[in-house]
T-cell receptor, first 113, second 114 residues
Framework: ETGVTQSPTHLIKTRGQQVTLRCSSQSGHNTVSWYQQALGQGPQFIFQYYREEENGRGNFPPRFSGLQFPNYSSELNVNALELDDSALYLC????????????FGQGTRLTVV | AQSVAQPEDQVNVAEGNPLTVKCTYS??????LFWYVQYPNRGLQFLLK??????LVKGSYGFEAEFNKSQTSFHLKKPSALVSDSALYFC????????????FGKGNQVVVIP
């Protein structure tokens, strides 16, 4: 196991609702990224947080937002849920620097109905 | 923007035979390359990475990968496949310019036949 924990593991929401996903990073890691993995696809980068600031964002609309806390844990918030938001959401933590490997949590399976 | 191509959807190999999973990449500047494995309903597990130096990188569980700059490839290999190696394998790249995004390929399903 990586030491990155995500909650909840599964979630069912109705279209138009809002959802918050949570992630605890591995000890010593101050950089947290979130990815969306649709069924049968590779993970897609949503955004990254470093020292509580967003410092990189993928091609996702503003209704995807996040936070990082002083203990480096993080939240992903999605407003106005759409059916296409159904996916596995992965959190990854790492030390800073482009050469460092990311360690992933087990993911949160979000189903929007 | 960086990108990865994994041309095969599924790789079938007999147990005990060599396993190769192909990956080509596109990136500005020097690439940082990674391989991950994913088991059903689980997160991604890090296998190995190439940063610089020796083109042959050794990683976890007997896996290795060969970096080829001229062919922009980073193929994953294992000399003798096990049934337990059956999983989904992802190649990923990050550039050296401070772009924080890890770009993943679509993944390759590896099936090791007993």
């Amino acid at each position: 196991e990586t030491g990155v924990t995500q909650s909840p593991t599964h979630l069912i929401k109705t279209r138009g609702q809002q959802v918050t996903l949570r992630c605890s990073s591995q000890s010593g890691h101050n950089t947290v990224s979130w990815y969306q993995q649709a069924l049968g696809q590779g993970p897609q980068f949503i955004f990254q947080y470093y020292r509580e600031e967003e410092n990189g964002r993928g091609n996702f609309p503003p209704r995807f937002s996040g936070l990082q806390f002083p203990n480096y844990s993080s939240e992903l918030n999605v407003n106005a849920l759409e059916l296409d938001d159904s996916a596995l959401y992965l959190c990854a933590s790492r030390r800073p620097g482009p050469e460092t490997e990311a360690f992933f949590g087990q993911g949160t399976r979000l189903t929007v109905v | 923007a960086q990108s990865v191509a994994q041309p095969e959807d599924q790789v079938n190999v007999a147990e005990g035979n060599p396993l190769t999973v192909k990956c080509t990449y596109s990136v500005s500047g020097n690439p940082y390359l990674f391989w991950y494995v994913q088991y059903p309903n689980r997160g991604l597990q890090f296998l190995l990475k190439y940063i610089t130096g020796d083109n042959l990188v050794k990683g976890s569980y007997g896996f290795e990968a060969e970096f080829n700059k001229s062919q922009t490839s980073f193929h994953l290999k294992k000399p003798s496949a096990l049934v337990s190696d059956s999983a989904l394998y992802f190649c990923a790249v990050r550039d050296s310019y401070g772009n924080n995004r890890l770009a993943f390929g679509k993944g390759n399903q590896v099936v090791v036949i007993p």
